[in-house]
């Protein structure tokens, strides 16, 4: 015989509370919580990437061609950025060794690309 109505519903409300209590116990873990944190330094992370990709991958092209660059030039300006950091993969782990914690490498990687980018405004012509 099937169900009544009511019956659906009180069904409905106490699964619902099961997936509730879990998702509480959840939140409470540590791994969950460390997870939780390293998704919103990754959305941050990927929003300043985009910052400084606007601001400066989408201008030196142009830049270049007002300085009267060559085709080669041209060419190695846009490639080799990807090949640099397509062969620095290959050295990720001895990196992450060495620096101990991602967090550190990434820091100073990152310190390391904002530098050249000072020093080139600083000391460029």
Not at 21 to 40: C, H, I, M, T
Not at 96 to 111: D, E, G, N, P, V
Request: net charge positive; aromatic share 16%.
């Amino acid at each position: 015989m099937p169900k009544k109505y009511s019956e659906l519903i009180a069904e409905r409300n106490k699964v619902a509370e099961q997936k509730k209590e879990e998702a509480k116990q959840l939140k409470e873990d540590p791994e969950y919580l460390k997870k939780e944190k390293s998704l919103k330094y990754v959305v941050k992370d990927g929003f300043f990437t985009s910052i400084k990709s606007g601001f400066t991958e989408s201008f030196i092209m142009p830049f270049a061609i007002a300085l009267n660059a060559s085709t080669g030039m041209l060419a190695a300006l846009a490639s080799v950025p990807q090949l640099l950091g397509s062969f620095f993969q290959l050295f990720s782990q001895e990196s992450l060794r060495i620096f101990k914690t991602r967090s550190k490498l990434i820091f100073w990687t990152a310190f390391f690309q904002a530098f050249i980018w000072l020093y080139n405004r600083i000391f460029g012509k």
